[in-house]
Nanobody, 122 residues
């Protein structure tokens, strides 16, 4: 069982930056691949970024590539999402998730956080 708690969301102007954090409970964090997803108003939850258990490989949605960076600190049981050059279309609830094998779809992930709101004003 893994419990995930996101933090770091908020209101930011277009062009600004935010860093999301996701703290995981338990001593098995390093055995899970981690992902970030988001759900914009009226839309389905979509993949944003993922990172392998060791942190050696990362994956991004085309819409965020070059602007967002996923990273993890296994010693702190935490995964991060650095978001730069934010756009109004990045406005969404952001969720972190844990999976035994890295993936880019929601069904790949077994555990989910409660989400944190990110709002980007124009």
């Amino acid at each position: 069982q893994v419990q995930l708690v996101e933090s770091g969301g908020g209101l930011v102007q277009a062009g600004g930056s935010l860093r999301l954090s996701c703290a995981a409970s338990g001593r098995t964090f390093s055995s899970y691949a981690m992902g970030w997803f988001r759900r914009a108003p009226g839309k389905e939850r979509e993949f944003v970024a993922a990172i392998r258990r060791s942190g050696g490989n990362t994956y991004y949605a085309d819409s965020v590539k070059g602007r967002f960076t996923i990273s993890r600190d296994n010693a702190k049981n935490t995964v991060y999402l650095q978001m730069n050059s934010l756009k109004p279309e990045d406005t969404a609830v952001y969720f972190c998730a844990a999976a035994k094998v890295v993936g880019t779809t929601t069904i790949d992930y077994d555990y989910w956080g409660q989400g944190t709101q990110v709002t980007v004003s124009s």
